[in-house]
């Protein structure tokens, strides 16, 4: 069998795509071909080239208004998408080209606090407005709405009263960091 090979999209830090790319770095049938980024900025991209992985910087119109992005994913014989903290919407014409093969992590517990604008800290700040006992992570497969798909994993952790959001990103950040590289690799072997 040929290896799988991902592509891991970011928009930011890129600490969890560089778990992803450590984890699969010897691995026998998973290699990470390439991280893309929609900011030329992101730290990610940084993370990546220590690790020699090839990088590449898009801008909106190439991602939503041309195929430029399907054609250099299949160029580099792509075969799965990993959503590591990116925040565009995916387009149809991704969604159409690698069906049921991109797969995202959401930092609170779906279906609650997620959709558009809930990211980073302000998931957080709306757990504990919320007075939240849990919260956690959701790994879940990518459609065309935000944070909608088919949840293939989550795992719970507790909110103290005492909790900031700053301490509930951190719990919830070392979550994503265990289990979202061994998650994958179970998602990906599903297809083999
Ligand atoms: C993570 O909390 C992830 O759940 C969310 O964006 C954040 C990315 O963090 N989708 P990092 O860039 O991997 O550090």
Not at 21 to 50: M, T, W
Not at 60 to 82: C, M, N, P, W, Y
Not at 86 to 115: D, S, T, V
Request: proline share 4%; net charge positive.
């Amino acid at each position: 069998m040929n290896p799988a090979r991902l592509a891991i999209f970011i928009s930011g830090s890129g600490s969890n795509a560089e778990k992803i790319i450590a984890h699969f770095q010897n691995h026998e049938s998973i290699k990470v071909a390439l991280l893309l980024s929609n900011h030329a900025e992101a730290y990610g991209l940084q993370r990546a080239a220590r690790y020699h992985i090839p990088t590449l910087v898009f801008n909106k119109t190439q991602f939503r208004e041309s195929d430029e992005i399907v054609s250099v994913l299949k160029a580099a014989g792509v075969t799965h998408l990993v959503l590591a903290g990116f925040l565009w919407l995916i387009p149809q014409n991704l969604i159409e080209a690698f069906p049921h093969r991109i797969i995202n992590i959401h930092p609170a517990l779906l279906p609650k606090f997620g959709g558009r604008g809930m990211y980073g800290m302000r998931v957080h700040e709306a757990v504990k407005a919320a007075g939240e006992t849990e919260t956690g992570i959701t790994i879940h497969e990518v459609n065309a709405h935000y944070d909608e798909g088919k949840i293939l994993f989550q795992q719970k952790c507790r909110v103290e009263n005492s909790d900031t959001p700053g301490q509930i990103a951190q719990k919830v950040q070392q979550l994503e960091h265990r289990h979202y590289p061994a998650t994958i690799e179970r998602w990906v072997a599903t297809f083999s």
